[in-house]
Nanobody, 121 residues
Framework: QVQLVESGGGLVQAGNSLRLSCAASGRTFSNYGMGWFRQAPGKEREFVACINWRGISTYYADSVKGRFTISRDNAKNTVYLQMNSLKPEDTAVYYC??????????????WGQGTQVTVSS
């Protein structure tokens, strides 16, 4: 089992930044690829970004490319999502997830509870 706890969400004005953190505990964090997803009210959950176990390969949704950066610190069992130039359409609950798949995973095995990000215009 892997337990994931997100933090860092909040209310910000458009154009500002937030950094989300996801702390992992349980099984060896460095064995897992990590991803960030989000779900806005009335919408399906969507992929935001992911990073492989070594932190070398990253993938982003087109909607956040160039604005968001995913990173990880395996010594701290933590994955981050730096969000810059935030837009009102980035408002959502953000979830981190862990996967044993390599590359860009299609299946995630563990999920956090989510953290709310609200961007005001």
């Amino acid at each position: 089992q892997v337990q994931l706890v997100e933090s860092g969400g909040g209310l910000v004005q458009a154009g500002n930044s937030l950094r989300l953190s996801c702390a992992a505990s349980g099984r060896t964090f460095s064995n897992y690829g990590m991803g960030w997803f989000r779900q806005a009210p009335g919408k399906e959950r969507e992929f935001v970004a992911c990073i492989n176990w070594r932190g070398i390969s990253t993938y982003y949704a087109d909607s956040v490319k160039g604005r968001f950066t995913i990173s990880r610190d395996n010594a701290k069992n933590t994955v981050y999502l730096q969000m810059n130039s935030l837009k009102p359409e980035d408002t959502a609950v953000y979830y981190c997830a862990a996967s044993l798949e390599a590359g860009k995973p299609s299946i995630y095995d563990y999920w956090g509870q989510g953290t709310q990000v609200t961007v005001s215009s």
